[in-house]
């Protein structure tokens, strides 16, 4: 009894009463309300290395004091790398992350709600299918669609391509019969995940693109006709609803009316361009997504929220039911029930934390109209930011599909090799950040505006800064 008093003793430091939770909590939210106040005169990339240091450290048996610990954070961590949450962060696919959505997170983990399985937390669960539904709604899928909030989209396809595989029944002998259809822009996740599905010897077929970068439809078919005539078996077909390279939309009727056709499986990894649905824009460009048998989102691309919000939603609900299904023993006090699907048998996740919480309470506090006019706002600043550029004399590729541009100076020569030193020098002074990728051995560089704190101001400091390097360049160049 002695031992056990002693050991609770310690053990109680875990439970700090209402004023060290107090202290904790002021510490914490003084030193995020510096951060975010200062976003706007912050740059968005550094390369300290100031992290090294982490990893001299070990921890105590002791606790160390809060102030010290942020301190640490905000030093070695926040000031390192990508800053994701600056406005100036143009590369990649960015989203941001409102602030409301971290009022979720802290909510969801105080209260440490289990949203796996029905039983557990009916309220969750219906919370978390209330958003699959506005998302299969938005897309244009029945009632009877299915989803699972995931915690990005390499999980969300990964989870389509099981339900496809499962659906479809394919054998592992059979497996090399089979062929799927990629475009050559199509995101590397979904050739990682045929390997984690089993899919490994599966034959891909990359199809061609157009001066656009979309899937061009005829040489799908063309090749689809070419695998029936050697005794192949077409399988799946991945379209991309904004690529990560280009933002390139395939044309998503033609191809989910061919799918349907051949009934080849049609998933559509709209990742990046989903959430534009919400726009006439977005409408009108992913036109046919609702043809596609299996979809995935990224809430924290387009809808700007936290990292760690993917979703996927299978048209025929049952097909992922019976992919993931699955009980034990120790079930056998959860109650069945038909109208509310469980998450756990829906995904490969049986432990699952309460995600939808982030999502949910920021589109109840702002409503859909901030979210849209952002995204319109995003289309409008991609345009305005191509014939910019292109006016200062950048070489350019088509304009934006939806808020990815590519373009590159022609100095005349040793065009790769200058571009590189161009997008170095940009990322070394770390005002902004953008990144590049090579089309058809062609060095370019990559701006994609989506966080929802780029606005026009921090495109026109975009300019200023590609501009100014571009000249220290040539000057350099002139000098040598």
């Not at 244009?140 to 995931?150: E, K």
């Not at 990629?182 to 061609?208: F, N, P």
Request: with cysteine; glycine share 8%.
């Amino acid at each position: 009894m002695k031992q056990l008093e002693k050991l609770a003793r310690i053990a109680k430091q875990l439970e700090p009463n209402t004023q060290q939770r107090l202290l904790i909590r002021d510490a914490v939210v003084q030193h995020t309300e510096k951060f975010l106040n200062s976003l706007y005169t912050r740059t968005a990339y550094a390369a300290l290395n100031k992290s090294e240091s982490l990893l001299n450290e070990n921890f105590d048996e002791e606790g160390e004091n809060v102030h010290s610990i942020i301190s640490k954070v905000s030093t070695q961590i926040e000031l390192d790398g990508i800053n994701a949450a600056s406005g100036f962060d143009m590369g990649y696919v960015p989203g941001g992350g409102v602030y409301s959505a971290s009022l979720g997170d802290y909510w969801a983990d105080i209260t440490n709600l289990y949203a796996g399985i029905f039983y557990a937390n009916p309220g969750a669960v219906r919370l978390e299918n209330k958003l699959i539904l506005w998302m299969a709604e938005l897309v244009g899928y029945p009632s009877t669609a299915c989803g699972n909030l995931t915690s990005g989209g390499s999980i969300a396809n990964l989870t389509a391509i099981i339900t496809a595989r499962e659906s479809r029944q394919l054998k592992a002998q059979d497996i090399a019969k089979y062929t799927i259809y990629l475009g050559e822009q199509t995101h590397h996740c979904v050739s990682k995940a045929l390997k984690m599905a089993g899919l490994g010897e599966m034959l891909i077929r990359y199809i061609g693109i157009d001066a656009e970068s979309k899937m061009m439809p005829l040489i799908l078919e063309k090749q689809i006709q070419i695998d029936e005539e050697m005794g192949f078996i077409p399988w799946m077909i991945v379209a991309s609803a904004g690529t990560t390279d280009t933002g390139a939309v395939d044309p998503l009727r033609m191809i989910g009316e061919l799918a349907q056709r051949k009934n080849i499986w049609y998933h559509i990894d709209a990742a990046y361009g989903g959430f534009f649905l919400l726009t006439q824009t977005g409408k009108k460009l992913l036109e046919g997504i609702e043809l596609s048998d299996s979809v995935v989102m990224d809430p924290h691309k387009s809808l700007f929220m936290p990292y760690g919000s993917g979703v996927v939603i299978i048209k025929n609900g049952n097909s992922m039911k019976e992919a993931f299904s699955d009980t034990a023993h120790y079930f056998q006090d959860f109650e069945p029930n038909e109208l509310d699907f469980s998450p756990a048998d829906l995904s490969i996740e049986l432990t699952k934390p309460f995600r939808g919480l982030r999502m949910w309470l920021p589109l109840k506090i702002h409503g859909l109209a901030p979210f849209r006019a952002a995204l319109d706002e995003k289309l409008i600043l991609a345009q305005y930011f191509y014939t910019q550029i292109k006016a200062k004399g950048f070489e350019t590729s088509n304009p934006p599909q939806l808020t990815i541009t590519t373009f590159r100076f022609k100095f005349g020569r040793d065009e790769n090799k200058l571009n590189k030193a161009l997008i170095k020098s940009i990322q070394e002074e770390g005002k902004i950040y953008l990144s590049s990728t090579t089309l058809k051995g062609i060095f370019v560089i990559r701006l994609c505006i989506l966080v929802f704190r780029t606005h026009k101001r921090e495109v026109d400091i975009a300019i200023e800064v590609i501009e100014k390097h571009k000249n220290r360049l040539i000057k350099t160049l002139i000098d040598a």
